[in-house]
């Protein structure tokens, strides 16, 4: 059985506390992984400069090649994880083994985090707005137009409280390595793949290992993460998202409630829109922030749920290694009955169909984990409590609201798809500061242009826009 | 294959000796409280509920399973007065308390016993590390704690001055209840400054009491301020209140401490303990025996043992998983079985202390979820 080490500046730290990872299906141990403390990662960080100047002792350029090599490797090559080597197909078997995901969903997140490392140039291109990398390296420089332009590093660390079983976050914090920022990363309990086979690709295509550190353990070592670093990502819930509001040092990531809104210039041709609206809720298995949690409309909203619903309450549970499986597995199998049990309450309410009930039943309980097949419910009212919910699993409710009141209807929205040519609405939605990402036109929910910031600019986040002159000096020689 | 014998393994000799005093101890303590012209109000009470006859059927320490499990509810409220024994009227009373954050808390009677728990104690504490004549810092709870007045009456008698800060823990699990995390990282700050203020004030600070977390808290605190503990002039630590494990224990010493005691001049002991018990010592904690932090009680004052947890009459088996059942028989204080809120693993006799002990001390998993532990 593999045993993964902390890592701590680079260094693999033999801890004496070990967490079992385990199959969700079998309960067979995976692997071992070693725990911190909080005191420890205290300790630690009083290092965190060292990070830093080890990546701005390699020129930016030069640490952009370096990802593009650690990008390959992360996805063609076997890589030293922890006390063992980890094939690519070890890794896609383990991580659907401890998070439940389908194997071919696994491979489909490590693919677009490479590509994201792959294409790490053309996105820090598009971040930055075109600036020369050299003046965040250095700190100041000439931006083109005669004018000195300085962006003042905030920290030498990003940290990052990374969560339980969802592959598909870890595209946030890649891009820090080559703005020189090094990584102080919280791996999920179930999902210590990604950042240490990552890591291991980034130390084996030469970056510095004292960039970083991997600190699997309890909730003490996330507030203490979140406590030292100057700058520090989190995803959680709503709940963990409100905890850190206003907070400028923590940028907090919870639930997506993404939604597709048709406009009423469209609404009539929906169905020339129905395969993108079931990859906007289907695709990772609904579990990902991105996925589609509402589809509003006008009218047409029971011929749209009852066309969704026969194209995905049919799915049934298939193995993980199955090309075609659709569904994740729930591994904590009460997480899935409370699941099932708030769901069932939302389906209380008078307005509120399900669509999917003539498919089967929807919880399908195994003997160490369960299942949620997917669900589509219709509710008469933006009013109805289901409209503002989003699960771990394909579910999406149909909402029927009229153009002029969705928008003050919809509540916070990370990825909106507007289907409409209405220019006066186009305009409305792009003012909405409720919606963060904005498609206009038929473009999946779930399908993200990496060129385009996500949640909040990376560098307005680790760097800071200030006042910088410089007036020449004389001074004497032999000074 | 048979593991090898510890080299601190207790011989069958000690372990004779040290139960037949136990067993005497045990009828002594029983003669003591249920007598009617020496016992407490609430035990005599209490006898008269029995089915048995303590002054004839307990004769040695197994008997004590006849008596119901002490329950610490019935430390809550008052009159205090019902728990001193008749034979100690008039001496002068403390009262001791724990919990507290809501409602009532559970109070204890003491007159001499966290003198006497502290004196035996002192006499295991190194003097290498611990000199005497030393002062001491109190880097733990205040207000009405056993702990504040025993660590102060600790240093007294080893000839020393103790210096103690200010830390409400009532108000420390609120903060924790509340969700006030920022508010609780400010209090600890609180605490922190006081500690080292106190330490860079030219006081001859050798020894402390503090928590794992405090201590923590402290050596960051002074790595803030460009020293350390070794730095600083500490070179015994008697750390307790909250649980310890083996990976916390090698980080502390490794990276709070500077290393090893040999090289850092910096001794650690870790201690489990409470109000109603007294104070359990630890075997020395080495890197060779895996850090293992094994507790062993101040027999024959106080008992720990492991037991099942659905039958808590049983003791598990020599390193099997148990609840810690907690006795104590002073002359002041009488508990004859008491479910602590812990468990562990059994542990073998030790030659300094040659009963059993217990070692992985961790919240019982029973009640794991639902209560706040290691608050300061």
């Known amino acids: 059985m593999l045993t993964i080490n902390p890592i701590r500046w680079g260094k693999q730290y033999k801890s004496l506390e070990f967490q079992d990872v385990i199959h969700f299906d079998t309960g067979e141990p995976i692997a071992k992984i070693g725990q911190v403390n909080g005191g420890m990662v205290q300790m630690d960080m009083r290092k965190a400069d060292n990070a830093r100047k080890a990546l701005r002792s390699i020129p930016t350029h030069e640490l952009i090649e370096r990802c593009k090599k650690a990008a390959y490797l992360f996805e063609h090559e076997t890589l030293p994880v922890g006390d063992g080597q980890q094939s690519v197909a070890d890794f896609i078997h383990q991580q659907s083994a401890s998070t439940g995901l389908p194997e071919h969903m696994c491979r489909n997140n490590m693919q677009k985090n490479c590509f994201v490392l792959s294409n790490i140039d053309k996105i820090l291109d598009a971040l930055t707005r075109g600036l020369d990398l050299e003046i965040f390296s250095r700190g100041y420089g000439e931006e083109g137009r005669n004018v000195t332009v300085s962006f003042q590093c905030q920290t030498p660390v990003l940290g990052a409280v990374l969560p339980n079983n969802s592959p598909g976050v870890h595209t946030l914090w890649l891009p820090a390595v080559p703005l020189q920022v090094g990584l102080v990363l919280k791996p999920g309990s179930q999902e210590p793949w990604t950042p240490f086979r990552m890591i291991s690709a980034y130390i084996e295509a030469g970056i510095p290992a004292e960039a970083f550190c991997l600190y699997p353990g309890g909730h003490d ?31 907090a990531h919870g639930p997506g409630f993404s939604k597709i809104l048709i406009g009423d210039d469209v609404v009539d041709q929906w169905e020339d829109y129905l395969d993108m609206m079931v990859e906007s809720v289907l695709s990772n298995s609904g579990r990902s922030c991105i996925n589609c949690s509402g589809i509003w409309a006008s009218r047409h909203t029971k011929e749209i749920g009852e066309a969704i619903a026969s194209k995905i309450g049919g799915i049934e549970i298939l193995p993980p290694n199955n090309p075609d499986a659709a569904i994740a597995a729930f591994t904590n199998a009460a997480m899935a009955k409370g699941t099932w049990s708030m769901v069932q309450q939302d389906l209380s309410e008078s307005g509120v169909v399900d669509m999917t009930a003539s498919f089967g039943e929807r919880l399908v309980e195994r003997e160490r984990c369960a299942y949620l097949r997917p669900m589509v419910v219709t509710a008469d009212s933006p009013q109805r409590a289901v409209a503002m919910k989003e699960y771990m699993f394909p579910f999406v409710s149909i909402v029927k609201c009229p153009q002029k009141d969705m928008l003050k209807s919809i509540g916070p929205t990370l990825v909106g798809t507007a289907l409409t040519a209405d220019d006066a609405w186009i305009d409305e939605l792009t003012n909405a500061t409720h919606i963060d990402r904005l498609n206009i036109g038929p473009m999946p929910t779930s399908r993200l242009n990496w060129l385009q910031p996500h949640e909040g600019n990376l560098i307005d986040f680790l760097f800071r826009s200030r006042a910088y002159q410089i007036v020449p000096m004389k001074v004497a020689q032999g000074v | 294959m048979t593991a090898p014998t510890p080299a601190w393994l207790a011989t069958s000799d000690q372990v004779s000796k040290a139960k037949l005093e136990l067993d005497q101890h045990t009828y002594e303590s029983v003669q003591w409280h249920f007598h009617e012209s020496t016992g407490s109000p609430f035990w005599l009470a209490k006898k008269a509920e029995f089915k048995f006859d303590p002054l004839k059927e307990v004769k040695v320490f197994d008997d004590l399973k006849k008596f119901p499990e002490f329950e610490d509810e019935w430390l809550r ?64 709870p205040s207000g009405p704690r056993r702990l504040r007045l025993a660590i102060e009456h600790l240093c007294q008698y080893r000839g020393g001055i103790c210096f103690c800060i200010d830390l409400d823990p009532r108000w420390v699990i609120k903060l924790i209840k509340k969700g006030w995390m920022e508010h609780l990282e400010e209090y600890k700050k609180h605490c922190i400054d006081q500690a080292i203020t106190i330490l860079t004030a030219n006081h001859n600070i050798k020894c402390m009491f503090t928590t794992p977390k405090l201590l923590e808290s402290l050596a960051a605190g002074l790595a803030d301020k460009g020293t350390s503990i070794q730095e600083i002039g500490i070179t015994g630590i008697f750390s307790g209140g909250t649980e310890f494990t083996p990976q916390w224990t090698r980080f502390c010493v490794e990276e709070l401490l500077g290393g090893p005691t040999s090289e850092s001049g910096v001794y650690m002991t870790p201690t489990y303990g409470n109000t109603l018990m007294g104070l359990a010592c630890s075997r020395p904690v080495t890197d060779d025996d895996g850090y293992t932090i094994a507790y062993y009680a101040p027999q024959p004052r106080a008992v720990v043992e492991v037991v099942d947890f659905d039958d808590h009459t049983k003791i ?34 030790f030659h300094k202390y040659p009963w059993d002990g217990v070692s992985g001390v961790r919240p019982y998993r029973g009640f794991a979820s639902s209560t706040t532990v290691g608050v300061y």
């Open chain 1, 221 to 251: 070592v996330g507030s203490t993460i979140l406590g030292k670093c100057s700058r520090s990502m989190i995803f959680g819930s709503a709940q963990t998202v409100e905890q850190y509001s206003g907070n400028p040092r923590v940028q």
């Open chain 2, 77 to 140: 409220g008052g009159p205090v007065e019902r728990w001193i024994p008749k034979g100690l009227q008039g001496k002068p009373t403390y009262v001791f308390e724990t919990g507290g954050t809501t409602g009532i808390p559970k109070s204890r009677m003491v007159i001499d016993d966290f003198r006497i728990d502290y004196e035996n104690f002192s006499h295991t504490l190194p003097d290498e590390y611990f000199p005497k004549g030393s002062n001491w810092l109190m880097l733990g």
């Open chain 2, 316 to 349: 598990v088996g020599h390193g099997e998983t148990g609840r810690v059942k907690l006795y104590t028989m002073t002359k002041e204080f009488f508990v004859p079985g008491f479910l602590e809120r812990d468990e562990g693993e059994r542990e073998l006799p």
